[in-house]
């Protein structure tokens, strides 16, 4: 193989610097006379050979016309982005931070007054006024209205939300936690304010998504559960041949539950087929190494991966990517990821379990429902303290800004794909057939899946690997 300071050599025999990247891409190749042929096609008064100009020599390995680089930027979530928990202190800067930011995103519609300013003086009885709040507590009347707290950083104000009015089903939807703005009316003590309409940060109507200008793919999946018995590996087999037959695909995302993990729930070491967690990891390593070396893989924890379960969750450690290909990058979850631009926002979905308990209609069946719901609370995980550990921090991670072209996510292993206000949202399922606990909770999952997403158009398709063959182009 060339060595390093040979391929310099030669470059610089013709006067010609080098980029590492292109040396890399010498070295990869091993063709003595790859390098004569990147000479030949750099311009004349050319002094450095860039990335660009292996472009000819890539396309023509890969049989393709069109093949875009690969180019991926990890926005949020990089490895190490989040610290240890310090000080359970952190939790009051934590929802001041929430708190502001997202009031921010309201008050290009709302026109807030602090509450304690609604409060001290007279001047706003009986008068059409706004303010912004974080819902502390919210709970139905004995005659089907929606009574809640509010609270702002000056005082706190219980709101009606009347049965009757216009928009009433938004107000059954509010969730302890969220940031909402309220418009109407306070009562003539000061004491009760009567809520005409429920304003939330949401989406801007306005939003356009951004689309790549290259051509190029990306593959989403997530929830394999490598380690369980019911670990698909045959159709997993049938995936890693089929994206061996598709060079156009650039990236494989994966968000959370890469492996089954230990003693995650009571009783699961009877449903492992491989009981130590580094085995888990690195049969996962061995099952990434036969996919092709030019994707890039993206590879978020879950709350069944190694990691703590207080989101957000680091990266999966070091100690565990053993046998891991180099083309593998480790985020954390949530983790903003931009692919050639367009902005994928990855999040594995604990509070999925929260959310759909607390959401009238709600259910595991519609993950995009539930994702919708997230978009237009522009957080991922609003109510603190139930299911869905948080970690504080000075800045809330699961505020939904920017907001992205595509929201991934998975957890409830039942696939699901809407658009809501140009934003993607995409649950691409699992890779576990139906497990003993979801047989119990009556749960069918949707294995097997992979979901395809064009970069170019932001526009997606549904490939079903279940069955053996092809797989089946899903509606
Ligand atoms: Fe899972
Ligand atoms: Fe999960």
């Known amino acids: 193989m060339l060595c390093e300071k040979e391929i310099v050599a030669r470059f610089l025999e013709t006067d010609l610097l080098v980029a590492p990247e292109v040396v890399q891409y010498i070295r990869d190749q091993d063709d003595p006379a790859l390098i004569d042929r990147i000479i030949a096609t750099v311009p004349s008064g050319a002094f450095f050979v860039s990335p660009e100009c292996i472009q000819a020599e890539k396309k023509e390995r890969d049989g393709m016309r069109f093949l875009a680089d690969p180019h991926l930027k990890v926005l949020q979530g990089k490895d190490g982005d989040c610290g240890c928990i310090q000080d359970f202190e952190e939790y009051v800067t934590y929802f001041r931070n929430r708190f502001t930011r997202l009031s921010s995103v309201l008050k290009g519609r709302v026109q807030p007054v602090p509450i304690e300013a609604l409060q001290r003086t007279g001047r706003y009885r009986d008068e059409d006024v706004s303010f912004i709040g974080m819902v502390s507590e919210v709970r139905s009347t004995a005659s089907g209205n929606?009574?809640?707290e509010l609270e702002d950083p000056t005082a706190t104000?219980?709101?009606?939300?009347?049965?009757?009015?216009?928009?009433f089903e938004e107000a059954e939807k509010l969730l302890p936690d969220e940031v909402v703005g309220v418009k109407g009316k306070l009562s003539s003590d000061g004491n009760i304010f009567f809520a005409d309409t429920l304003v939330r940060?949401?989406?801007?109507?306005?939003h356009a998504p951004i689309h790549s200008d290259q051509p190029g793919r990306a593959v989403?999946?997530?929830?394999?559960?490598?380690?369980?018995?019911?670990?698909l590996e045959d159709a997993w087999h049938r995936f890693a041949a089929w994206l061996g037959d598709h060079p156009e695909i650039g990236y494989l995302l994966v968000a959370g539950d890469l492996v089954d993990g230990i003693g995650v729930y009571p009783g699961q070491e009877q449903e492992l087929v491989i009981k130590n967690i580094y085995e888990q990891y690195r049969a996962f390593g061995r099952m990434l190494s036969t996919l092709p070396s030019h994707l890039r893989i993206v590879l978020a924890p879950g709350n069944h991966d190694v990691v703590r379960g207080a989101e957000p969750q680091p990266a999966i450690p070091e100690e565990f990517r053993e046998g891991y290909p180099d083309n593998c990058v480790w985020v954390e979850n949530p983790a903003l990821i931009s692919l050639q631009g367009v902005h994928v926002l990855m999040y594995h979905g604990r509070s999925y379990d929260d959310m759909i308990g607390m959401i009238p209609g709600a259910s595991y069946c519609h993950p995009e429902e539930i994702m919708e719901e997230m978009l237009k609370r522009r957080h991922l995980a609003p109510t603190f303290g139930l299911r869905t550990p948080?970690?504080?921090?000075?800045r809330d991670p699961l505020i939904i800004d920017p907001v992205p072209e595509v929201l991934f996510t998975g957890h409830v292993h039942i696939s699901g794909i809407k658009k809501y206000r140009g934003v993607l949202m995409v649950n691409a399922g699992t890779w576990q057939s139906q497990t003993a606990f979801q047989k119990q909770m009556n749960t069918v999952p949707t294995p097997a899946r992979a979901v395809v997403l064009d970069l170019r158009t932001v526009d997606h398709e549904m490939l079903d690997f279940s069955q053996p063959g092809e797989p089946v182009r899903l509606p």
């Open 390 to 394: 948080i970690a504080p921090a000075e």
């Open 157 to 167: 104000m219980r709101v009606l939300f009347n049965k009757s009015r216009e928009g």
């Open 220 to 231: 989403l999946i997530s929830d394999v559960h490598v380690g369980s018995d019911t670990f």
């Open 146 to 148: 929606k009574m809640a």
């Open 201 to 206: 940060p949401d989406i801007p109507i306005s």
